[in-house]
């Protein structure tokens, strides 16, 4: 699978230095063996390949998503081939002559495709592959017709003239339009760029232009062919190192490893988790996460654990379509600068967005476990209560009262004894099952059950309520759940809150049950403080309810639910 370039193998770029470094001390002797002029003629072209060389490898190395490195880099190997023709062997002799001028096709690439290394449009292809063009087949005449080329045909001075003519044209052409596309592209480049770009396009402009003149100077004035050809190479010996230094200290230096990364995100399916370490790789930032947000206000990680930012960390969001929906959390000493964390951002948004969802999807998942376990044990706890209750005060009495009806006389005064027996009995079942349900909520439902509940509470109450089923039962379901609610409420405004009123709203709109309990006591409340509201909590969402605790300290509480309750 592919993914962002983050670090080219150092060993492979050694390797690679070290055998162009051979390559051209094996040049420099065959120039050598020949005589002094060639040697004069052919050495710069060693020279300058291996600045290309030095130069591209150092780029390659440092920025790796830039193309501009390797770019470099194949134009050192390019000069290397040029030197040949300053050799004595003919068969490099004419290597040398057919490659002599890619060098400059190379350069106009480079200046294109600054500081990605990609040609990002159509005019800018289209100028390359006619730079190349002009270089390689358009120097046909040159070798064909020319009478000092070891491939001469035939000496044919008029043709070889309008090749020459053809070749300079659109030479001029390519130079014209290419100045119109760097213009246009300094002028959209952010402000903070220009300062580097301007000098960058202008040198390099400056030497097509440069190297195409000199190349046609023969036609009006009669000047040394080797002092041309030192002018030429002198003018592009320094483009590598100002173009390298442009990659490794331009304000644009991420500019390529962002690029590489959106390339790779619309160009590969990507498995789950895989866009934070490719954030991070492109960003230069290992500890780099990712946070996604919840339903809390808070972060969340991946797997849906919450997520907080440690001391000497920052956290950018990432929008999409002006909405949060994730966060870079990095390190500012590793990637100081704020824009660039969020251009990041900006293109893994969607990504990101892809993530989150996943990670609300696994958040959901462990809340929903979780829940499940804790309605088992809010089940096996309430059945060992009702099993201690039955045990400890229910079975004593039962079995006592079995003995005083075996030992029983018919006489008034034991029958009465008996019955005061059985009405504690029965009381004591009435108190037990009212633990588990209200009977006035079995009877009369939900309305009935919290207007019984709030008569007896020590609060000053009042209770606002509306139906729009005229007056149907709720289910049962819905009815004990919200008994639950307003009975848990009530229990923790009167033990915790300090409160002196209460206020509970009833109502039933379009299927849905909407509840509220508010209190004007301390506050401070939070949904999973403890296992009653995290208890209460679980039921509601059993019954696909919503249910939120609203409690800024010293401004009470509001305990809100909505609940399905449509048959």
Same mark, same amino acid.
């Given at each position: 699978?592919?993914?962002?370039?983050?670090?080219?193998?150092?060993?492979?770029?050694?390797?690679?230095?070290?055998?162009?470094?051979?390559?051209?001390?094996?040049?420099?002797?065959?120039?050598?063996?020949?005589?002094?002029?060639?040697?004069?003629?052919?050495?710069?072209?060693?020279?300058?390949?291996?600045?290309?060389?030095?130069?591209?490898?150092?780029?390659?190395?440092?920025?790796?998503?830039?193309?501009?490195?390797?770019?470099?880099?194949?134009?050192?190997?390019?000069?290397?081939?040029?030197?040949?023709?300053?050799?004595?062997?003919?068969? @490099? =002799?004419? %290597? #040398?002559? !057919?490659?002599? /001028?890619?060098?400059? $096709?190379?350069?106009?690439?480079?200046?294109? +495709?600054? &500081?990605?290394?990609?040609?990002?449009?159509?005019?800018?292809?289209? @100028? =390359?592959? %006619? #730079?190349? !063009?002009?270089? /390689?087949?358009?120097? $046909?005449?040159?070798?064909?017709?020319?009478? +000092?080329? &070891?491939?001469?045909?035939?000496?044919?001075?008029?043709?070889?003239?309008?090749?020459?003519?053809?070749?300079?044209?659109?030479?001029?052409?390519?130079?014209?339009?290419?100045?119109?596309?760097?213009?246009?592209?300094?002028?959209?480049?952010?402000?903070?760029?220009?300062?580097?770009?301007?000098?960058?396009?202008?040198?390099?402009?400056?030497?097509?232009?440069?190297?195409?003149?000199?190349?046609?100077?023969?036609?009006?004035?009669?000047?040394?062919?080797?002092?041309?050809?030192?002018?030429?190479?002198?003018?592009?010996?320094?483009?590598?190192?100002?173009?390298?230094?442009?990659?490794?200290?331009?304000?644009?230096?991420?500019?390529?490893?962002?690029?590489?990364?959106?390339?790779?995100?619309?160009?590969?399916?990507?498995?789950?988790?895989?866009?934070?370490?490719?954030?991070?790789?492109?960003?230069?930032?290992?500890?780099?996460?990712?946070?996604?947000?919840?339903?809390?206000?808070?972060?969340?990680?991946?797997?849906?654990?919450?997520?907080?930012?440690?001391?000497?960390?920052?956290?950018?969001?990432?929008?999409?379509?002006?909405?949060?929906?994730?966060?870079?959390?990095?390190?500012?000493?590793?990637?100081?600068?704020?824009?660039?964390?969020?251009?990041?951002?900006?293109?893994?948004?969607?990504?990101?967005?892809?993530?989150?969802?996943?990670?609300?999807?696994?958040?959901?998942?462990?809340?929903?476990?979780?829940?499940?376990?804790?309605?088992?044990?809010?089940?096996?706890?309430?059945?060992?209560?009702?099993?201690?209750?039955?045990?400890?005060?229910?079975?004593?009495?039962?079995?006592?009262?079995?003995?005083?009806?075996?030992?029983?006389?018919?006489?008034?005064?034991?029958?009465?004894?008996?019955?005061?027996?059985?009405?504690?009995?029965?009381?004591?079942?009435?108190?037990?099952?009212?633990?588990?349900?209200?009977?006035?909520?079995?009877?009369?439902?939900?309305?009935?059950?919290?207007?019984?509940?709030?008569?007896?509470?020590?609060?000053?109450?009042?209770?606002?309520?509306?139906?729009?089923?005229?007056?149907?039962?709720?289910?049962?379901?819905?009815?004990?759940?919200?008994?639950?609610?307003?009975?848990?409420?009530?229990?923790?405004?009167?033990?915790?809150?300090?409160?002196?009123?209460?206020?509970?709203?009833?109502?039933?709109?379009?299927?849905?049950?909407?509840?509220?309990?508010?209190?004007?006591?301390?506050?401070?409340?939070?949904?999973?403080?403890?296992?009653?509201?995290?208890?209460?909590?679980?039921?509601?969402?059993?019954?696909?309810?919503?249910?939120?605790?609203?409690?800024?300290?010293?401004?009470?509480?509001?305990?809100?639910?909505?609940?399905?309750?449509?048959?």
């Amino acid at each position: 699978m592919r993914r962002p370039a983050t670090g080219a193998p150092t060993t492979a770029l050694w390797q690679l230095g070290a055998l162009g470094a051979a390559f051209g001390v094996v040049e420099a002797a065959l120039i050598l063996q020949g005589p002094p002029a060639a040697a004069a003629a052919g050495l710069p072209y060693t020279a300058t390949a291996w600045v290309y060389l030095g130069a591209g490898l150092a780029a390659w190395s440092r920025r790796p998503a830039s193309r501009v490195g390797p770019l470099l880099a194949a134009g050192g190997s390019v000069w290397l081939l040029c030197g040949l023709a300053s050799t004595t062997v003919p068969v @490099l =002799v004419g %290597l #040398g002559i !057919v490659v002599a /001028t890619i060098p400059v $096709a190379i350069l106009l690439h480079v200046l294109l +495709a600054f &500081p990605s290394g990609r040609l990002r449009d159509g005019p800018s292809r289209l @100028l =390359v592959a %006619l #730079g190349y !063009v002009t270089t /390689t087949v358009l120097q $046909a005449p040159v070798w064909l017709w020319n009478p +000092a080329s &070891p491939f001469l045909v035939a000496d044919r001075p008029d043709l070889l003239l309008v090749g020459r003519g053809i070749n300079s044209t659109l030479a001029f052409v390519v130079i014209l339009a290419t100045a119109w596309v760097l213009v246009r592209r300094l002028g959209a480049a952010p402000p903070a760029d220009r300062p580097v770009l301007a000098p960058l396009f202008l040198y390099g402009g400056a030497s097509l232009v440069a190297v195409v003149v000199l190349g046609n100077l023969y036609r009006v004035a009669r000047v040394d062919p080797a002092v041309i050809d030192w002018l030429q190479v002198a003018v592009l010996a320094g483009a590598p190192v100002a173009f390298a230094a442009g990659v490794l200290l331009g304000g644009f230096a991420r500019t390529a490893a962002l690029e590489e990364l959106g390339e790779w995100l619309g160009s590969t399916e990507r498995r789950r988790g895989e866009v934070g370490p490719a954030l991070a790789r492109t960003l230069g930032d290992p500890s780099l996460r990712l946070a996604f947000p919840d339903d809390d206000g808070g972060w969340v990680d991946g797997e849906g654990h919450p997520v907080a930012v440690p001391a000497g960390r920052e956290l950018v969001p990432v929008e999409l379509a002006g909405r949060p929906v994730g966060a870079i959390v990095h390190d500012p000493l590793l990637q100081p600068d704020p824009e660039t964390v969020r251009a990041a951002g900006r293109v893994v948004a969607i990504a990101v967005d892809r993530e989150r969802l996943t990670a609300r999807l696994l958040a959901e998942q462990e809340q929903l476990r979780e829940s499940r376990l804790r309605l088992v044990e809010a089940g096996d706890r309430e059945r060992r209560r009702l099993a201690s209750d039955l045990h400890d005060r229910l079975q004593g009495r039962l079995v006592l009262l079995a003995l005083r009806a075996g030992t029983a006389r018919a006489e008034e005064a034991d029958l009465e004894a008996f019955r005061r027996d059985v009405d504690e009995v029965a009381a004591e079942v009435r108190l037990i099952v009212a633990g588990v349900m209200p009977a006035l909520l079995i009877e009369r439902g939900l309305t009935a059950a919290v207007e019984e509940m709030l008569a007896r509470t020590p609060l000053r109450t009042s209770l606002e309520r509306s139906d729009d089923a005229d007056g149907a039962r709720l289910p049962p379901s819905v009815e004990g759940t919200g008994f639950h609610v307003v009975a848990e409420a009530i229990t923790n405004t009167v033990k915790y809150a300090g409160a002196t009123s209460l206020e509970v709203r009833l109502h039933r709109r379009a299927g849905l049950l909407q509840l509220s309990v508010r209190d004007d006591g301390c506050g401070g409340a939070v949904a999973a403080g403890g296992t009653g509201l995290r208890g209460l909590r679980d039921r509601v969402e059993a019954l696909g309810g919503r249910f939120t605790v609203t409690s800024p300290e010293g401004q009470g509480t509001t305990l809100a639910v909505e609940l399905p309750c449509a048959w």
